[in-house]
């Protein structure tokens, strides 16, 4: 029975030296975390400008040889996507914190202002390098492979007027202009779809000299012809 006492008292003391054990790791672990000021801005990095980073990400994805041409060029389509939906959200987000005079900044201390003004510098970083790598795979490496993107400039008077028939015959019946004029409101556009601002000769069936005008193009249409 001594024995037995001896050893259960042995067992309570480990126990409880395990036990001041833990307690004292976790109150250093404790005044460690204490000692950590989370309030630092140096300690964040701003979400918006960190999708800007992933979208960069996307972009060099583009710029790997040894990915295939044609998944080279869809990355280029991809980091173009994810451009739209970022301004379409997360800037007009940031635009109407401006014009309700938001005072609020982020956990990174920048202000929605400042980082408005950061995202267009690094957006325009951003497109201009596509574009680079886009006349890149364009000019170079597809034309290696036999296909040709011809400009409007290279264009013979076989292809103009083979694309003259092609936009009477396929685009005009399907296509409407809407003026733009102080006669008329801004009109509704579609949400992502794609629409392009034109200039208009002649007269509207009015007698009125034409103007602007927006044009949305449909999305059954495809957008390399």
Not at 72 to 88: G, K, P
Not at 208 to 222: D, E, F, K, M
């Amino acid at each position: 029975m001594e024995m037995k006492l001896k050893k259960l008292r042995v067992m309570g003391t480990i126990k409880s030296n395990n036990k001041s054990n833990k307690k004292s790791s976790k109150n250093k672990t404790a005044e460690k975390t204490s000692l950590i000021d989370f309030k630092k801005p140096e300690y964040y990095l701003n979400r918006q400008l960190s999708l800007l980073e992933f979208n960069w990400r996307v972009l060099q994805q583009a710029r790997d040889e040894n990915i295939p041409l044609l998944e080279r060029l869809r990355f280029l389509c991809i980091f173009s996507t994810n451009m739209d939906e970022f301004f379409e959200i997360r800037v007009s987000g940031l635009q109407q914190k401006v014009e309700l005079g938001a005072l609020h900044n982020e956990p990174d201390n920048t202000s929605p202002k400042q980082i408005l003004k950061l995202i267009s510098q690094r957006s325009h970083d951003l497109v201009d390098e596509q574009y680079q790598l886009l006349n890149l795979i364009l000019d170079e490496h597809l034309a290696a492979e036999s296909i040709h993107f011809v400009r409007r400039t290279e264009w013979n008077s076989c292809m103009d007027n083979w694309l003259r028939d092609y936009f009477e015959n396929e685009l005009l019946p399907i296509i409407s202009p809407l003026a733009l004029d102080p006669a008329h409101p801004f009109p509704r556009i579609l949400n992502k779809s794609l629409h392009f601002i034109v200039s208009l000769k002649g007269k509207d069936a009015f007698g009125r000299n034409s103007g602007l005008a927006i044009v949305q193009i449909p999305r059954a249409l495809p957008r390399i012809i």
